[in-house]
DNA sequence: CTGTTAGCGCATTCAC
DNA sequence: GTGAATGCGCTAACAG
């Protein structure tokens, strides 16, 4: 493998000249500049970045931690976050964390490693370990998702206490009395416990409550929704809405309903989260919320370019929400 | 940050007993480990993987490039690779070409720039560049998705060919006649036309042929099946049986049918590819044929796991596909 | 605009 | 079982 000792030689410059033309940094006459370019190309030399990134103690790295990715939803935030990053440097280096914080601390400190420019991560709880990492890392933090708390550095979302309420509202407008939820298995998916509490926060304030509840003994999936509702409306007649905690599972207690002759929307509302394509391409489009996931992805890598250093204060970015009114509620 | 250098101080042994501490290699004595670990744990140490990959000349990243993320299919397939690298110190780097091979190109090269231990590709072709790159490193190289052609070092998929023309043969079995097809405009998806030629090929062999097709001028997407299927239609009466190149654009196509009152299977059978959930907790599940997204991607990773060198020869692993009969063809 | 010097933090190669 | 010396390939900080 060439290195810059032999580009230079070629273009008989020294190697901190080649340095700064591979670079773009500095001052270069073009002359001295397109001789080192064309050495590069004659070797076809690639920069070694474990190299450059031990010696500038910094490195083009993203670490970039997600809880899944079991559905569509964390891919169009990291479909965000590679938008913003096409075109520079900087490159995205995954982690899976299973929604388990002390996976995610794990695969936090095992990115470390590498001094990445900024982590990524979803939500504002952390394991203490790796929230002390967090805040004592010489890297930008974004946290994605969720708003509601208090960021080690930007916190990139929408507040899903409030979409929980609101759906509540809303769906309380629309006639609706007699609730019930359909969950799944993740307790530490504090995105969903929050729109949860939120839920019941607007049905209390309406004089209602959830009425019916059931927890389907495995992740979130079409299949589980169906399932779901399926137990729920045997074990709770006279249920007139559910909600759903995703539009998977919503999607997947509307083909209940399409199973069992239920009329949706006249004699059982279904309510999602999320606005996923699919559900809205539907022939009766899922009544959800749309959350703004490629933009909070994309958003967040932007910012996070915008400096290296942390800023004195932190940054929340609501990307808000918008309510899909659809034809299922 | 401490370094090993306070490590190895704190803990009265050489660096190089604390770095053998680190990875777990070499003999060390046993009351040695326990003091290098304790420092370790005072210290807060955290490897510099940057000197690391530079003093060994190899890395623990694995390069990870795929066509896209605007489906579940390429997450599928990371999910894999990420199921395989838990537990192992290899971390993914990925990068999204948008099935341009130009940027695959591209996004290879500054990948190359860490030393990767392997590289994770999808299809077989690249630009003469990028192949040469493939071949001339020295790291592993897993191509996945397709196998029909001559791999760089290991191929792991199905063949898309065959798959193709099982449908057509499935499909001619079950009495239909009337063949249309609505594509999507992603004309460098290789697999996508291996499969339409397959198809072409049974139908052929059957002596029929698609007496309808329509391209539809955006990307693959739910919405894109829908709207295709409608267009086809009124341009062709009497189609009995529309292929589309996914699931998600068949899931549209069945939508459409529901809209227009059209008996799926009955009237037009619908027959997609992926085998996706959602398609199957549909209450007339989707015709389709199963790909082994997840087992692809875990596969191929821990075969690259097995040794550091390529092999003399080249690995082709056939995971197969699974025609799934459903209920709408 | 270009070069010199020094060192980033670790692992390899040998010696003991 | 442990350590000393050396260098991986590059860039920061200066000097000119």
Redesign the pocket.
């Known amino acids: 493998?060439p290195?810059?000792?032999?580009?230079?030689r070629l273009a008989?410059?020294?190697?901190?000249?080649a340095?700064?033309v591979?670079?773009a940094?500095?001052?270069?006459?073009?002359?001295?500049?397109l001789r080192v370019l064309s050495a590069i190309a004659e070797l076809g030399?690639?920069?070694?970045r474990?190299?450059?990134s031990?010696?500038?103690?910094?490195s083009t790295l993203m670490s970039v931690l997600l809880p899944s990715l079991s559905n569509i939803v964390f891919p169009d935030v990291l479909r965000g976050i590679h938008t913003a990053l096409t075109e520079t440097a900087f490159q995205p280096v995954i982690g899976v964390t299973d929604y388990d914080p002390l996976v995610e601390e794990r695969i936090l400190v095992s990115f470390l490693a590498w001094q990445p420019a900024a982590v990524i991560l979803a939500g504002l709880h952390h394991t203490p370990t790796a929230r002390r990492h967090l805040e004592h890392g010489r890297f930008r933090v974004a946290e994605l998702m969720d708003i509601d708390g208090e960021p080690v550095d930007i916190a990139v979302g929408m507040s899903h206490r409030q979409a929980g309420y609101e759906t509540g509202k809303h769906l309380i407008k629309r006639g609706y009395r007699r609730f019930g939820y359909a969950r799944h298995n993740i307790s530490t998916d504090d995105r969903a416990s929050a729109r949860y509490e939120g839920l019941c926060l607007a049905l209390k304030e309406g004089g209602l409550s959830l009425i019916a509840e059931h927890c389907y003994p495995g992740a979130s999936s079409t299949k589980a929704g169906r399932e779901a509702l399926q137990i729920l409306l045997a074990a709770t007649p006279g249920l007139d809405v559910v909600v759903f905690p995703n539009d998977d599972m919503a999607m997947g207690g509307i083909f209940h309903c399409m199973h069992a002759g239920i009329a949706v929307k006249e004699k059982l509302g279904i309510f999602g989260f999320n606005g996923l394509d699919i559900g809205q391409a539907m022939p009766m489009p899922l009544s959800t919320i749309l959350s703004k996931r490629f933009l909070i992805g994309k958003t967040a890598a932007e910012k996070l370019l915008e400096s290296r250093e942390r800023p004195a204060g932190k940054t929340i970015i609501d990307t808000g929400f918008d309510i899909i009114e659809g034809a299922t509620a």
Chains 1, 2 share one sequence.
Do not use: C, F, H, K
């Not at 290195?3 to 230079?8: Q, R």
């Not at 940094?25 to 500049?33: C, D, Y």
């Not at 031990?54 to 910094?58: D, G, I, T, Y």
């Open positions: 493998m290195t810059l000792a032999d580009v230079a008989r410059v020294s190697e901190i000249t340095s700064r591979v670079r940094q500095g001052p270069i006459a073009e002359a001295t500049r030399y690639i920069p070694n474990a190299a450059g031990l010696a500038s103690a910094e």
